[in-house]
């Protein structure tokens, strides 16, 4: 029962893991396995992870947010204020974290204040938030951590190919927030909370070790040691804390994308459709597979990282399995709105094709 509770809960490793021993009968296990790994980009995610696990457990986030959600007064505000929370919070935590950090405060101050009929919508463009606005930096969501380390792309430059729809995406979500919800009087209770000193002081120092790490400011190998050392004898249930599972599925991926380079006629067919619209092709591919595993596969076929880059990140929205992070917004809302799966899926599809549609359509007049 555990074991099947864990695979449903984790579904796109266990997929992953099946795909990746599939391809093993086609290539067998041999030393140029060894080569298919990024282990730069698993240290990273994992001491992010790790330190943003921590933080959450002195509820610094929790406590971020609702300082800057209770300066606003009325429902539209809060919502914004809510989507830029976790917009923000995307590009610093990682998108998944980010959710899973300010979903919890959305359903929070909706609930209280007898604004569940906004849930749906919130949760949505909340979503929508944590994966376009995690586009912007090496770190904001996992593909674009991968990404930026396998393709070795300067931190100015990626910056640059990320600016134009990142840009285009914050005005898509200001507009809806303002047009979709009712400027309504909006209370909310006052709750002390109070961090430690010590431990926030402590947490930050890490969160820009594990920065540096990403921007390469410093050998991975350095925090690779100094987080987890630290957070042991600091926090333990940080460690415990880690989506280990999300580590594993990039595991199993790399196994999978680097078995399918090697298989010559799936190298050439891929090669084609990625030569014909990388930017388009790697947006498809999202609808089907994900956007982490997309950049992982595609990776091997091309060197134009510009398309590649840009359109797994605008796949991440569109279907309900083109980002994990939507996933995770499925499941939390699904949690405390049983009855209403159907109409959440409908709304969910409605504005993420939207967003996808509208974006696709303006970098392909941008690029000409």
Same mark, same amino acid.
């Given at each position: 029962? $555990? ?36 282990? $730069? ?53 990682? &998108? ?19 604004? *569940? ?5 919130? #949760? /949505?463009?909340? +979503? ?15 593909? &674009? ?7 070795? /792309?300067?931190?100015? *430059? ?11 995406? @914050? ?12 400027? *309504? ?13 010590? $431990? ?26 100094? /987080? ?22 990039? !595991?199993?991926?790399?196994? #999978?994308?680097? &078995? ?19 930017? /388009? ?22 060197? +134009? ?7 797994? &990140?605008? %796949?991440?929205?569109?279907?309900? @399995? ?11 809302? !699904?949690?405390?709105?049983? %009855? ?16 996808? @549609? ?9 690029? %000409?």
């Amino acid at each position: 029962m $555990k074991l099947t509770a864990f695979a449903r809960k984790n579904i796109v490793m266990v997929i992953a893991l099946f795909a990746a021993v599939i391809t093993c009968f086609f290539v067998p296990p041999d030393a140029a396995y060894l080569g298919y790994f990024d282990v $730069k980009t698993l240290a990273c995610l994992f001491c992010v992870l790790a330190v943003v696990c921590a933080l959450k457990n002195i509820h610094f986030f929790y406590m971020l947010a609702r300082k800057i959600v209770r300066r606003f007064k009325n429902t539209r505000m809060s919502i914004l204020a809510l989507v830029y929370i976790t917009f923000i919070g995307s590009m610093l935590i990682a &998108n998944d974290m980010a959710l899973l950090t300010f979903l919890p405060l959305g359903y929070f101050v909706l609930h209280t204040t007898g604004q *569940e009929k906004h849930m749906a919508f919130t #949760f /949505i463009m909340q +979503n929508i938030a944590a994966n376009l606005g995690g586009m912007l930096t090496p770190f904001g969501n996992p593909q &674009n951590l991968y990404l930026y380390s396998f393709f070795d /792309i300067p931190t100015p *430059e990626f910056m640059q190919i990320m600016a134009p729809p990142f840009i285009v995406s @914050i005005a898509l979500i200001t507009l809806c927030c303002i047009v979709f919800v009712k400027n *309504e009087p909006l209370a909310l209770d006052d709750v002390q909370i109070s961090l430690h000193p010590g $431990k926030t002081l402590l947490y930050i120092g890490l969160f820009a070790l594990s920065i540096l790490m990403v921007f390469r400011g410093i050998p991975y190998g350095i925090g690779l040691v100094v /987080i987890p050392v630290v957070l042991f004898f600091v926090d333990k249930k940080a460690l415990k804390m880690v989506d280990y599972p999300l580590l594993l599925t990039f !595991v199993f991926f790399f196994i #999978f994308a680097g &078995n399918m380079a090697r298989i010559e006629p799936v190298r050439e067919v891929f090669s084609w459709l990625l030569n014909k619209n990388t930017l /388009i092709f790697s947006i498809l591919s999202c609808q089907c597979i994900s956007n982490v595993p997309s950049a992982i596969l595609l990776s091997q076929f091309t060197q +134009n990282y510009a398309d590649l880059l840009v359109g797994v &990140n605008i %796949g991440g929205a569109g279907t309900l @399995i083109a980002s994990l992070a939507s996933l995770i917004t499925f499941r939390e809302y !699904v949690k405390h709105n049983p %009855g209403k799966t159907a109409y959440y899926v409908t709304m969910f599809s409605i504005y993420n094709f939207a967003f996808v @549609i509208i974006l696709t359509g303006f970098m392909m007049y941008l690029v %000409g």
